[in-house]
Structure formats: C-alpha cells, structure tokens
C-alpha cells in the first residue's frame, strides 16, 4: 500500500466521521495517513470486532449497548460457553481518528455522537447556543469511553459506603474495590505495586501519559504550596494532587471495546450487532416477563427472543428511555403518550446527576510550552505518534493533573472533597476558536467577547467541578416513538448549594493560578468581565454566583436515572442485585443505577458496576 493510496483514503474517512467537506480537512487525514502506513496490522479492518450477519432467533442474554458497561458484559457473560450472548449496538467501529488522545474534542458532534442537547434553563448554560447543554454520548461500539478524555477516577470510599446506607448490601466500598482491581492493568509500576489498590493483568489498561508539558509538575507543586497532599487519588487518600491515570495503552486510547470486546470476538458463543437501534424491551402484560427485544437494522424491524435476560447498559439516557418505551416508568407520563403500562416506576428518568463545571478559567503564561492545537498537531507530531507512540498528539487535549479539594462547605478533616481540579496545559482558546468552542456548544458572540484576543495564545486552565451536586435533573419521552430524541432537563445549580461550592471552587481556582509555581511561568487570571455579568461589581460573590451560569461545562457524567435501592423506596427502579422492580428478567446495569454520583471521573465506577452485575448474573443462572 502506498503512502499516496492511504493519504486519500484519509481524508475521505475524516470527512465522512467529521460531517464536513473534504476542503476543510488539514491535518486529520495525514494523521491518520501515517497511524496506517506505519502501524497497518493494527489498522487492518479485521481487527474490529466482526459483526454478526445471521442472528439467532433466541439467546441466553441480549445486552443492549455496547459501551463501558455493554463491553464488560458481554466479554464476561461469554466466559461460560454454554450462554449465548448477543450484544446490540446503535452505532458502529472505532475509527483510527478515535484512537488519537489530542483529537477528543473533534469527536464531538460527530456520527459517533448522540448530539443530546437539553431543553432551556435559566438556570446555567447561558453562553451556550439558545442557552442549551450540549451533551455529548457515544454513538460507537465502545460508548463514550470512545468520546471521553480517558480519566480513570474510582471516586471516594465514602461514596460506595453510602450507596450501602442507602439499603443496598453489596455495595460498600471494601466490596467494590476487587472489581476496580479486576478489570485493571495498571502500567505505572509505583501503583501497581500497590496491589491493595491496584490490579495487573486485566483487560482494561491504565497508564499515566507519555506527554507531560512542565506545566504539570509545576501543577503539583502549586497544590502543594496550597497545602495539599501528592498523592494517589485511586488509593488510600482521594483529597490531594496527582498527574491523571488514563485509559490508555501505548499512547492511544483503549477504549471499553478495545479492551472487552476485541480479545472476545472468536468466541463462538458470542454474536454482535452494529448499526442496531433498539426501539423496545419484550415484556409479557400479564405475567410481566421479559421475552425479548425488537430493534431496526438495515431499516427494518426485527425481533429475538431471549431466554434467560435482558439487560440494558444504554446509558443514564438511553436506558430510562428505553424502560419508559416498554412500559416501565411513571404512570401519568406513560399514559399520556399513549404507551400501555406494564409497571408503575415513577422513579424512571428522575434522580438525573451530572458532574459540571466552570469553564473559562484561563491563565495566560509567558513561555511556549502549552497544548497549542496548530502548534501541536502537525506532520512531525503525527509522524512521531505513529512511529514512536509518544509526543504531544497522545496528550489528552492538555489534562495533565487532578487536584481533589475541600472548600468551606466540606467537612476539612474528612477526605471527602467536594471540588475536583483538572488542571490543563489548555483552554478554550487553545485551539483559535474552533472544534473546543463548537464542543462547548458556545455562542460566537460569548466567545470572541471573551477569548477571541488571546486565540492560539500559551495558558493553563483550571476546570474546577462539583464533586457531589444537590440538584436533580429528569428525562421525559418526547413521544411514543422510539426514534424520537427524550426531552432533558437538567435543572443545573436549581438547588442553592451547588451554586455556593462551584463559586468557592472558582475562588480557589484563581487562588492556584497564583501559587509561586504558576507565578514562576507568568501566570495571570485572564479576568475579562462575562457580557452577562458585566453589571454586578467584579469578583464579589454575586459575580461570581452569576459566572457559574454562563459557562457551565458538563463533564458528561450523567447518572442516576434508575437508580438503586431497597424495595421500601418508592423511587427505586432496580434492587441491589439490579434487576427491574416489577418484571422478571430484566436488568439494568450501567451508571443509571447509581443513587448518587461518585466524587470522580464515572467511567471506572461504570466499568467497576458491570463487572459487579455481571458476577450477580452468573450467581443467579450458574
């Protein structure tokens, strides 16, 4: 194969995955020119996963999504190979653009993209288009650990043993921690070495990244000057700064479909299906049992039956979308629209958490050291990453280092944080305006307001986001028809808690920026007033409470909406071994189910539930 063959072969597929024309594509398709010239057995289409032409007309188990929890699921279900197991997926592959750490943001919007908006609140998002959250959810074998930044973040202890509080035996800390550890190859030989918090020899690797500007460390040392500890935020002690673990091996992502699914696909027992859109779960009326599943493929409707399970790992989104398609959801909604109730659970589509934080803290520096995308992304860094696996294209668009902190309204001698720091070698500007404000879904009138002065120029950015928020969004059907977008609501900083401790974080946010170790690089608060804001006096709390509106980032950790809990709680979806109240045969097992989010990054705990519900599911047919 020649170079000139793979160049155009490039740019069609960048074109195709990023919805433009062929004219705008740069430095993408070059990228993607030498990942294939120089590394072609890895690029070989046969590496996919192969799709399964011929369907069974019954399986043991049907998971429905094939994301971060989907891909635990099906690679541990088929472990026993008398279980059939059909794993069925709305979108399609992996692309060689994903596997690439920097080019996160360009994935955004994208056809492996859900492209959710939320309806308008006045509440927060107002910088963004029509005051409107873009959130982001993966369309892809894989999920959103396809789309996602590669952060691999347990959460707290506390979290888990609270989860337990709540009336879910099981759940505690000291008995999720073996499923963290199960799934993970953790490649920094001073964690893994550690082995009462990490685990070897799983399917999922973790690795810190080769790419570290001297920002980084210099990140650490400011969290030191602010009296916190370095420490490992995935072992003993969360509260403290350290350089971010990643899922990521070799420089390139590794994806839930990389490391769950690939390995399985030989199995014989194992069938999968892409492009695959799941309208309904099967559920017999009056004996309330699950007898299969209907989905379009190819644009036509089909039907399998399933023996044993359905379990559902859709996503906070998908999944209540789908329980609500099929019956299963509050009472007066359902019947509403016209969709025939088969168990009342008004707890369907409540209880909606999310991770935000406040974007457009952006520091300014005097060296050129940052993540700059024109500088960053060219030919020599495309040929190096190919070649080498390291370089600056393996940065996870500039994330460098986590600081987990405690502001006023947490206890300070507890390590329970309330406020996590991700700190960047990055910001908006980072890349003049274009993909990191389209994923933001930014209007261009806040953003050149803003930032358009200080386009491509070197800074830092401290994202400080909400740990644990007392708000709680819903999702609601829009109609009976299952190819119809739900209507979100994210009812962001409604309760007045969150707004308090988000506008604490972004004090202590500034305070960081002006650390000896940050001042050493000629950092300052770019301080532009926000156009929305500009009337309250600077820097007074009500500024600030006003700040946190406009540029409100979801981190994309949706959550909550079929949660866990004992049978006396009236909101409860799923018991703790996960199974749907009210029907036999169905689970749900991905970050739905969660009472309350974790204090953390969700794709590790999300992983850490699949591998937990899997072993309830082999407890229960083995």
């Not at 009336?167 to 199960?182: C, I, S, T």
């Not at 409100?552 to 950790?557: D, V």
Request: hydrophobic share 35%.
């Amino acid at each position: 194969m020649s170079i000139t063959t793979v160049v155009g072969t490039a740019i069609k597929t960048a074109s195709v995955l990023l919805g433009v024309g062929i004219g705008k594509i740069t430095i993408i398709p070059v990228l993607i020119a030498a990942l294939a010239y120089f590394n072609y057995d890895l690029m070989d289409p046969e590496n996919h996963p192969r799709v399964t032409k011929q369907l069974r007309k019954e399986y043991d188990f049907v998971v429905i999504g094939g994301g971060s929890a989907g891909s635990v699921l099906a690679n541990r279900l088929t472990e026993n190979p008398n279980w059939n197991v059909l794993l069925l997926e709305a979108g399609g592959h992996e692309t060689e653009i994903t596997d690439v750490p920097i080019l996160s943001l360009y994935l955004h919007k994208s056809k492996l993209d859900w492209k959710y908006r939320t309806q308008p609140q006045d509440t927060a998002c107002q910088a963004m288009i029509d005051k409107r959250c873009c959130w982001t959810r993966g369309k892809v074998l894989g999920g959103s650990s396809v789309l996602n930044t590669l952060l691999y973040i347990r959460g707290n202890r506390r979290d888990f043993d609270e989860w337990k509080s709540f009336g879910n035996p099981g759940w505690g800390y000291e008995d999720v921690l073996p499923y963290f550890k199960k799934s993970q190859d953790q490649r920094n030989p001073y964690l893994a070495r550690n082995t009462r918090y990490h685990g070897t020899g799983g399917y999922l690797t973790v690795q810190n990244s080769p790419y570290v500007t001297p920002l980084g460390v210099a990140f650490l040392q400011a969290g030191e000057e602010m009296g916190y500890d370095i420490c490992d935020i995935n072992g003993e002690q969360q509260t403290g700064f350290a350089f971010f673990q990643f899922t990521m091996r070799r420089g390139a992502r590794c994806s839930t479909a990389k490391a769950f699914v690939r390995p399985i696909q030989l199995r014989k027992n194992f069938h999968l299906s892409l492009w695959s859109h799941v309208t309904r779960v099967l559920i017999d009326p009056q004996s309330r049992k699950t007898y299969g599943v209907e989905f379009i493929r190819d644009g036509r409707k089909e039907v399998v039956s399933v023996k044993k399970e359905v379990i559902l790992s859709a996503g906070a989104i998908n999944s209540p979308q789908l329980l609500m398609l099929s019956g299963v959801g509050p009472y007066v909604h359902l019947k509403e629209l016209g969709i025939p109730v088969i168990e009342d659970s008004p707890g369907v589509g409540q209880n909606l958490q999310d991770h935000i934080a406040v974007g457009g803290l952006v520091f300014p520096i005097d060296y050129k050291i940052s993540i700059v995308m024109n500088r960053m992304v060219n030919i020599n860094s495309a040929l190096r990453y190919a070649i080498t696996e390291d370089g600056p294209l393996t940065s996870s668009i500039g994330l460098e280092a986590v600081g987990f902190i405690s502001t006023k309204y947490a206890n300070q001698t507890d390590d329970w944080p309330d406020i996590e720091f991700m700190l960047t070698s990055s910001s908006t500007n980072s890349d003049g305006g274009s993909h990191i404000k389209n994923a933001h879904c930014l209007t261009d009138d806040f953003y050149n307001e803003i930032f358009s002065k200080i386009n491509n120029q070197d800074v830092f950015g401290v994202f400080p986001m909400m740990l644990r928020p007392k708000s709680r969004g819903y999702i609601r059907l829009k109609s009976k028809k299952p190819l119809d977008v739900p209507l979100l609501y994210h009812n962001y900083l409604t309760h007045p808690h969150d707004v308090a401790v988000l506008r604490e974080g972004v004090k202590a946010a500034i305070a960081f920026g002006e650390t000896n170790s940050m001042k050493r690089f000629g950092s300052r608060f770019h301080s532009k007033p926000l156009p929305n804001c500009k009337h309250i006096p600077l820097y007074t709390d009500e500024y600030w409470n006003c700040v946190v509106r406009q540029y409100t980032m979801t981190i994309y950790h949706m959550s909550g909406t079929a949660k866990m809990g004992p049978s006396d709680d009236p909101m409860a979806v799923v018991n703790p071994e996960l199974r749907v109240y009210g029907v036999e045969g169905l689970r749900v097992i991905d970050a739905s189910i969660m009472p309350t989010i974790t204090s953390g990054n969700i794709n590790a705990p999300v992983i850490m539930i699949a591998e937990k519900g899997a072993d309830m599911i082999k407890e229960r047919w083995m």
